[in-house]
Every structure is written in C-alpha cells, then in structure tokens.
C-alpha cells in the first residue's frame, strides 16, 4: 500500500511522541520534528507507510539514545489485557460460535496501537466489536481454509494486542490447528517482540519466532531467510493488524487479514469506514468461492 499525504501529520505525532516516551528535553524534540519533516521530503514517494515510519523511528531511537520508547506502554497494555483474560476466555466458553467470537476477541486487542492512537478503551471496543457486524466479512473462507490446512502462520502486530490472539489461538488449538506466532526482531514503536509474546504467555500456546525485522508489520525485503522460507511454506496466514495489511495487502500468499480499520486511509483503501472490523480473505480464496 502506498503512503498517502493523510499520512504525513500521523509520522510527525509518532515522531513527537516516541521523543517524549524518551524523555527527550523539548529542544530535543523541536530537533527530532524538523529532522523528521526533513526525512520525509528525502523518502521516495512509493515508499510504503511501514517502512517511512521504520526510518523515523530508527532515527528517533538513535537521536534520544533510547532503545524503545514505548518499553513502559507495552508493560502497562498487556497488564490491562491480562486482567481481562478470564473474562474473555469465559466469553469463549459460552459462545455459540467459538471461532466468530475468538476472531472478534482478537480484532478487539488491535484497538491497542501507539502508531494511530495515545488512548484506548479495552473494554469498551471489546464490546462494541462483539456486537457489530462484519464489513469485510471472510469467515466463511477462513473456515474452509483451516479445515484444509494442519498449521497456522499468525503474524502478530502490538504488545497487549497478544493476550487477545492468545485467545484466538488457543480456540484454533482446539481445533488441532497448531500456530507459530511471529513477532518483530526489535523494538518498532509498541508492536510485539519475543519478551512481550512471552509476557502475555504465547510461549503456552503457540512456537514464537522473529521475523528479523525492526519494522512494523511484514515488510519481507526486510525479514530474515528463514522467516521468508516459513512464510512462502505456509499454507495459512491471519495477518493482525493495519501495518501488516499496509505491507502484505498485494501479496500472493494465502493471507487472512484481522483488523479494525482505526484511520481513514486504510479505510477508504480497504472500502470501508473507520471503525469497522475486518476479516478478508485471500484474493484465492474470494476467486475460488465465486468459482464454486
């Protein structure tokens, strides 16, 4: 997906805002901002919204000395998810629909996303994302395509965000549907490394590993070998989250795409408006239901 000019003020607030998680003095700050719309105006125009913010950030961290920002905001999003996962494993339980449900659970945790938004209302988006109807409505394909396939590839997307795949996860293990969740190499605004997987307890449920990238979602140039070969093998893939679909979104691969449609951009790109939720199926997979 390209980068459109709505998206130039959000680089600017994440710049501002990863220079005050650092503690940056406000000299500092008016600096980071400058170099910031600077880089901007050097970075070429198809530069995807990913890898513009991979730059911004990666100077942000070098100039505050500070080698995530938004250690202590990922702490405090997946304590908060952690208290709430009795409630929504009891929500699983007495669903009608455990795999509806778990998909809405874990499109509820994207809500939890520093690159749109500095606030957030678990429980209420909680709410409001169990009761609402799908705008982009791939459930069908995605039950299909786990009845065909032995292992799941999930690409994770936030720190806190994790504890609600965790919930999806564990329904796909139910379903004798192993998973290997896949996190970001390093730190890149609050988007989930191995420490915050394991903080939220994936390790109980799901083979964690890297996709050796500092970027947000899955820019492949970007990624390691090994995490290519696993990606090209894989025979079913949810994406989580906007980053993910901004890189993968004219991908190939059989991608399932999991996610709240939190900025006009992606909506309009995705033909929905903001607030809606999101589950859309590969292009294979829409091409093969019309076909049948």
């Known amino acids: 997906m390209k980068t459109y000019l709505d998206c130039y003020p959000c680089f600017l607030r994440q710049a501002l805002s990863a220079a005050r998680r650092a503690g940056a003095a406000p000299e500092l700050q008016r600096r980071i ?11 070429p125009a198809e530069a995807t919204p990913p890898q513009v913010a991979e730059a911004i950030h990666g100077w942000v961290r070098t100039q505050t000395q500070d080698p995530d920002p938004y250690q202590g905001a990922k702490q405090e999003a997946t304590e908060q998810a952690l208290a709430l996962l009795p409630d929504l494993r009891e929500r699983l339980r007495t669903a009608i629909d455990p795999l509806d449900t778990a998909v809405r659970i874990a499109i509820a945790g994207n809500i939890i996303d520093h690159g749109v938004a500095e606030a ?23 039950r299909s395509a786990l009845a065909a396939t032995d292992t799941v590839l999930y690409l994770g997307d936030n ?134």
Do not use: W
């Not at 901002?33 to 970075?43: D, P």
């Not at 988006?125 to 791939?138: K, N």
């Open 33 to 43: 901002l400058l170099q910031t719309m600077s880089h901007l105006e050097s970075l």
């Open 120 to 142: 957030f209302d678990l429980e209420a988006t909680l709410e409001r994302v169990l009761r609402q109807p799908f705008a982009i409505d791939g459930m069908s394909a995605l």
């Open 159 to 292: 720190a806190g965000e994790t504890v609600f795949d965790r919930v999806l996860i564990e329904q796909l293990r139910q379903m004798s549907k192993p998973v290997t969740y896949v996190v970001k190499a390093s730190p890149i605004i609050n988007d989930a490394t191995r420490d915050d997987a394991l903080a939220a307890g994936l390790d109980a449920v799901a083979e964690i590993i890297d996709n050796g990238s500092a970027a947000p979602g899955t820019l492949l140039e970007r990624c390691s070998e090994s995490f290519r070969a696993r990606f090209l093998r894989a025979t079913l893939i949810i994406a989580k989250g906007q980053a993910n679909y901004e890189t993968l979104s004219e991908s190939s691969a059989p991608v399932f795409f999991v996610l709240q449609a939190k900025c006009s951009v992606i909506a309009a790109e995705l033909g929905v408006a903001p607030g809606d939720i999101v589950l859309k199926a590969p292009v294979t997979a829409a091409c093969e239901r019309a076909a049948s």
